[in-house]
């Protein structure tokens, strides 16, 4: 009888998102939390596959907040906000290069792990 | 043969060395044999053919040995006559006839050295006095006026002397505290140093200004300073040799007691083997436990039942060396149940120390708390009135006298401490407000040799016994043994290892913990 194998395996894709910023009072918000940062211990960081990755990843995003909205997910890794490398900065210049208070609109390079699965078929004889 | 046998067997274990035994079977007799009764009962005619060499050391202590085992020992030994026992007389002979050659041969060298050292003191201090009155002397109108420079030197003179005086008087008249066997060797040098010194000093003067009669009194005064300083560099000298070079530890020497094997170690400087020999022994008197041959009667009574167990029988009787590997591998195979024996023995002596030592801690805490009592009630009566601590420990201590008794009777310890001992240090401890904790603190565990009345000590008289002339100085790997009659401390030296330490320049910030966050922000 043929033997069915199932697979899953993760695969990282690339997105570009675009989140308008909210105002709230005299703040531009855009609802989600970023943890990580070269300064941070990445041994803790419970979104990252590979447990040396210092980089920026999406802790929390608040619900109907301007980042839910623009499809944001939580775990996601930011490689670029507005063509600013966030691979390799500390926690706290991320979060300025996130909040500059004269840019409406941030332009996010993520990257996203989703897990797939395939179904294979084999012949076993 | 059975029955002589049997007449054999009928005495017990103490009295193996008593007349009657000794009258019967003189010649060849293995003097090993303790539990005879054991004998008589075995399957095998024990017929003792050839005996191995008699130890004198271990018949002469098994016969002491059984002391220890009952507390009423005094009671049931038997006498130990002369004859027996050849190796006591051969000893007492040796005490006797040291003792005779010593009293007499060490006063002569020691007084000899010092009348030659002091002799030559006062020789060198009066020196520089002589220089410079002898010209005032012999030619005093002759001489050119002494100015104020001259006076000057006058004073440093004086005071020079004065300090070398004070100095040599320091380093070098004190009490002696020991005796050594060779010529101290770095003494002997400066002494010799300082003669010629001034020999040659002698030697200018008289030729160049007693014989010219040289007017400049000036020049010798300053002379006589010369030699003053010179001196003083000497002295300098002497400090730096004799004192300082042994100061700085450059050797470990760990002391060993033949005996029971405590072991101490101890570190020392440049000395010569003597010197060190010497303080070795200040140490042991101070750092060792009190000799005592009553606590190794175990371990001799369990030798000499390993030797008994084995009899050899030498039917062709040529084959000498055959013999002791054939009694080692006998032992070997035979199975023997003495360590069993050894770890109950140990296990319930342990106990026994253990409950003797409870019971007595509690009779002196009674016994002190009485004296509290007894104190307080004394203060009520007639104040300001002290009771005599004398008259206090007298009463508290037939409350505590069998206690304590039993206990030092149990560790051996009983014929260490008098009854008049034990009543002086009680009242010692009572006018001191001591706890009883303190006043049982001589007795609970031996204390070192100096603790002791110097009749207990065993150890008064001492031999050096080297390989190397004791007046080299250490180096590594040395073994040196003093000896006295009872027990011998072999002290063997090494040299402490060269450390080498080196520095290294390390990032701060690579071997310090840093404390990394995990913090979430949000945007």
């Given at each position: 009888p043929p033997v069915v194998v199932i697979l899953s395996y993760f695969v990282s894709f690339q997105q570009r998102i675009e989140i308008h910023k909210l105002r709230q009072g005299d703040n531009l918000i855009l609802g989600f939390s970023i943890g990580g940062g070269i300064?941070?211990?990445?041994?803790?960081?419970?979104?990252?596959?590979?447990?040396?990755d210092k980089g920026i990843y999406v802790t929390r995003v608040t619900e109907g907040g301007p980042a839910e909205v623009a499809g944001l997910q939580i775990g996601d890794k930011i490689m670029q906000v507005n063509g600013w490398d966030?691979?390799?900065?500390t926690h706290d210049q991320a979060r300025k290069r996130l909040t500059?208070?004269?840019?409406?609109v941030v332009r996010l390079l993520v990257t996203r792990q989703s897990l797939q699965k395939a179904v294979q078929q084999s012949m076993m004889s | 043969m059975s029955t002589a046998m049997d007449t054999e067997s009928t005495?017990?274990?103490?009295?193996?060395?008593s007349g009657h035994s000794k009258k019967a079977h003189?010649?060849?007799?293995?003097?090993?044999?303790?539990?005879?009764?054991k004998d008589g009962s075995r399957?095998?005619?024990?017929?003792?053919?050839q005996t191995p060499p008699a130890e004198p050391l271990l018949g002469n202590d098994a016969s002491r040995?059984?002391?220890?085992?009952?507390?009423?020992?005094?009671?049931t030994t038997t006498a130990i006559t002369g004859?027996?026992?050849?190796s006591i007389s051969q000893e007492d002979i040796a005490r006797i006839s040291k003792d005779l050659e010593d009293s007499v041969g060490l006063d002569c060298k020691r007084y000899l050295g010092l009348t030659v050292a002091a002799v030559l003191g006062l020789l060198v201090f009066l020196t520089p006095i002589a220089f410079i009155l002898l010209p005032q002397i012999l030619w005093r109108d002759d001489l050119e006026p002494c100015g104020t420079v001259c006076e000057g030197l006058f004073i440093s003179v004086a005071f020079k002397l004065l300090i070398l005086l004070i100095g040599t008087w320091a380093l070098?008249?004190?009490?002696?505290?020991a005796d050594l066997p060779r010529v101290f060797v770095f003494r002997a040098l400066l002494l010799v140093l300082i003669f010629l010194f001034v020999f040659s000093y002698w030697l200018f003067y008289g030729v160049?200004?007693?014989?010219?009669?040289?007017?400049n009194y000036q020049g010798i005064v300053q002379y006589a300073v010369s030699l003053v300083d010179a001196l003083l560099f000497i002295h300098y000298l002497a400090i730096v040799l004799?004192?300082?070079?042994?100061?700085?530890?450059m050797f470990t020497v760990k002391v060993v007691r033949s005996?029971?094997?405590?072991s101490r170690y101890y570190s020392l400087g440049h000395l010569s083997i003597q010197r060190a020999a010497l303080v070795v022994l200040e140490n042991y008197y101070k750092d060792f436990t009190v000799y005592n041959p009553t606590l190794l009667t175990a371990s001799k009574s369990r030798a000499a039942k390993h030797m008994a167990g084995l009899k050899v029988y030498?039917?062709?009787?040529?084959n000498a060396s055959g013999q002791s590997r054939a009694m080692i591998a006998a032992a070997a195979r035979r199975r023997d149940s003495s360590h069993n024996e050894l770890y109950y023995e140990e296990a319930d002596h342990e106990r026994r120390v253990k409950k003797r030592r409870a019971r007595l801690v509690v009779a002196v805490e009674e016994a002190f708390t009485h004296i509290k009592r007894l104190q307080a009630e004394e203060q009520q009566k007639a104040p300001g009135e002290m009771m005599d601590p004398r008259e206090a420990a007298q009463a508290i201590f037939p409350s505590m006298a069998r206690a304590l008794q039993k206990y030092l009777r149990t560790t051996r310890q009983?014929?260490?401490?008098?009854m008049e001992s034990i009543l002086q240090h009680l009242s010692f401890c009572i006018t001191n407000n001591m706890t009883p904790k303190a006043f049982l603190e001589r007795y609970l565990s031996p204390g070192p040799?100096?603790?002791?009345?110097?009749?207990?000590?065993?150890?008064?008289q001492w031999t050096l016994v080297s390989?190397?002339?004791?007046t080299s100085g250490l180096q590594d790997g040395v073994v040196f043994v003093l000896k006295c009659l009872d027990f011998s401390l072999v002290v063997n030296v090494k040299k402490i290892p060269f450390i080498k330490l080196s520095e290294e320049f390390i990032?701060?910030?690579?071997h310090k913990f840093v404390l990394r966050l995990q913090s979430e922000t949000s945007v």
């Amino acid at each position: 009888p043929p033997v069915v194998v199932i697979l899953s395996y993760f695969v990282s894709f690339q997105q570009r998102i675009e989140i308008h910023k909210l105002r709230q009072g005299d703040n531009l918000i855009l609802g989600f939390s970023i943890g990580g940062g070269i300064d941070q211990d990445p041994t803790q960081n419970p979104f990252s596959e590979d447990k040396t990755d210092k980089g920026i990843y999406v802790t929390r995003v608040t619900e109907g907040g301007p980042a839910e909205v623009a499809g944001l997910q939580i775990g996601d890794k930011i490689m670029q906000v507005n063509g600013w490398d966030m691979t390799m900065v500390t926690h706290d210049q991320a979060r300025k290069r996130l909040t500059k208070r004269n840019e409406e609109v941030v332009r996010l390079l993520v990257t996203r792990q989703s897990l797939q699965k395939a179904v294979q078929q084999s012949m076993m004889s | 043969m059975s029955t002589a046998m049997d007449t054999e067997s009928t005495y017990s274990g103490y009295s193996h060395y008593s007349g009657h035994s000794k009258k019967a079977h003189r010649q060849g007799r293995d003097r090993h044999k303790s539990p005879r009764s054991k004998d008589g009962s075995r399957s095998e005619k024990s017929v003792t053919i050839q005996t191995p060499p008699a130890e004198p050391l271990l018949g002469n202590d098994a016969s002491r040995a059984e002391e220890g085992q009952d507390d009423n020992w005094g009671e049931t030994t038997t006498a130990i006559t002369g004859t027996s026992e050849h190796s006591i007389s051969q000893e007492d002979i040796a005490r006797i006839s040291k003792d005779l050659e010593d009293s007499v041969g060490l006063d002569c060298k020691r007084y000899l050295g010092l009348t030659v050292a002091a002799v030559l003191g006062l020789l060198v201090f009066l020196t520089p006095i002589a220089f410079i009155l002898l010209p005032q002397i012999l030619w005093r109108d002759d001489l050119e006026p002494c100015g104020t420079v001259c006076e000057g030197l006058f004073i440093s003179v004086a005071f020079k002397l004065l300090i070398l005086l004070i100095g040599t008087w320091a380093l070098f008249f004190r009490q002696p505290k020991a005796d050594l066997p060779r010529v101290f060797v770095f003494r002997a040098l400066l002494l010799v140093l300082i003669f010629l010194f001034v020999f040659s000093y002698w030697l200018f003067y008289g030729v160049r200004i007693l014989d010219s009669k040289d007017t400049n009194y000036q020049g010798i005064v300053q002379y006589a300073v010369s030699l003053v300083d010179a001196l003083l560099f000497i002295h300098y000298l002497a400090i730096v040799l004799l004192e300082l070079r042994q100061l700085q530890p450059m050797f470990t020497v760990k002391v060993v007691r033949s005996t029971d094997g405590e072991s101490r170690y101890y570190s020392l400087g440049h000395l010569s083997i003597q010197r060190a020999a010497l303080v070795v022994l200040e140490n042991y008197y101070k750092d060792f436990t009190v000799y005592n041959p009553t606590l190794l009667t175990a371990s001799k009574s369990r030798a000499a039942k390993h030797m008994a167990g084995l009899k050899v029988y030498n039917v062709d009787g040529n084959n000498a060396s055959g013999q002791s590997r054939a009694m080692i591998a006998a032992a070997a195979r035979r199975r023997d149940s003495s360590h069993n024996e050894l770890y109950y023995e140990e296990a319930d002596h342990e106990r026994r120390v253990k409950k003797r030592r409870a019971r007595l801690v509690v009779a002196v805490e009674e016994a002190f708390t009485h004296i509290k009592r007894l104190q307080a009630e004394e203060q009520q009566k007639a104040p300001g009135e002290m009771m005599d601590p004398r008259e206090a420990a007298q009463a508290i201590f037939p409350s505590m006298a069998r206690a304590l008794q039993k206990y030092l009777r149990t560790t051996r310890q009983q014929q260490y401490h008098s009854m008049e001992s034990i009543l002086q240090h009680l009242s010692f401890c009572i006018t001191n407000n001591m706890t009883p904790k303190a006043f049982l603190e001589r007795y609970l565990s031996p204390g070192p040799t100096l603790q002791y009345d110097r009749d207990r000590w065993f150890s008064k008289q001492w031999t050096l016994v080297s390989e190397e002339a004791v007046t080299s100085g250490l180096q590594d790997g040395v073994v040196f043994v003093l000896k006295c009659l009872d027990f011998s401390l072999v002290v063997n030296v090494k040299k402490i290892p060269f450390i080498k330490l080196s520095e290294e320049f390390i990032d701060p910030k690579s071997h310090k913990f840093v404390l990394r966050l995990q913090s979430e922000t949000s945007v």
